[in-house]
């Protein structure tokens, strides 16, 4: 089982940035689909972003253009980079492997 741990949230201000980070440990990530999820207070978690085995990255429509999802194989670690943002990105961010394993989530709040 690979043991997740995600931080860099907070709260920023309508238009701000931040880079979240998805430590990894227990297992290589790179042999895995990796996501970024969210849940929205009151809301359904939703698939944010994600990087295939061979790097190749997927947005979803609400965040193209304004997020970028990596990967650093050598820290094992999985990042995503959040700009421009907006109330509609508030919520808990999650990382997971796509094997059930989750990391507890991070909370990003947008303030206007």
């Known amino acids: 089982q690979v043991q997740l741990v995600e931080s860099g949230g907070g709260s920023v201000q309508t238009g701000g940035s931040l880079r979240l980070s998805c430590a990894a440990s227990?297992?290589?990530?790179?042999?895995?689909?990796m996501a970024w999820y969210r849940q929205a207070p009151g809301k359904q978690r939703e698939l944010v972003a994600s990087?295939?085995?061979?790097?190749?990255?997927w947005l979803a429509d609400s965040v193209k253009g304004r997020f970028t999802i990596s990967r650093d194989n050598a820290k094992n670690t999985m990042y995503l980079q959040m700009d421009n943002l907006n109330s509609d990105d508030t919520g808990v961010y999650y990382c997971?492997?796509?094997?059930?394993?989750w990391g507890r989530g991070t909370q990003v709040t947008v303030v206007s």
């Open positions: 997971t492997t796509g094997k059930n394993d």
């Open positions: 990087i295939s085995p061979a790097d190749r990255p």
């Open positions: 227990g297992g290589i990530i790179t042999i895995y689909f």
